[in-house]
């Protein structure tokens, strides 16, 4: 069963930046395609940003869009968010996710889930 852990959250003032990533227990390049999504205590888990298998294409929330960069290694069996000029809304536990398709913010398209890292953007 594939595993996925999360790191590289951490606090950090607003206009600040951070890069999580998303180690992979196995290889993901050929099978799954990932994703980013955060959540706020309360309320429900939204998607962030979307790669595809080739890592060719990618898509962003309205949010983060210009802010964030999905990428992934797939030789390194590795998901990246780098986030840049970061907002107290940012603050969430971040996620990554695999899966096989479908509605790219759709949670139900994704089998398999990290545990998720904390991100805190506050002055």
């Known amino acids: 069963q594939l595993q996925l852990v999360e790191s590289g959250g951490g606090a ?15 290889s993901t390049g050929s099978d799954y395609h990932m994703a980013w999504f955060r959540q706020v205590p309360g309320k429900e888990r939204e998607g962030v940003s979307w790669i595809s298998r080739s890592g060719q294409t990618t898509l962003y929330a309205d949010s983060v869009k210009g802010r964030f960069t999905i990428s992934r290694d797939n030789a390194k069996d590795t998901l990246y968010l780098q986030m840049n000029s970061l907002k107290p809304e940012d603050t969430a536990m971040y996620y990554c ?27």
Request: hydrophobic share 25%.
């Open 12 to 26: 950090v003032q607003p206009g600040g930046s951070l890069k999580l990533s998303c180690a992979a227990s196995e």
């Open 97 to 123: 996710a695999a899966g096989y398709g479908g509605s790219w913010k759709s949670e139900s398209n994704y089998k398999y889930w990290g545990q998720g890292t904390q991100v805190t953007v506050s002055s």
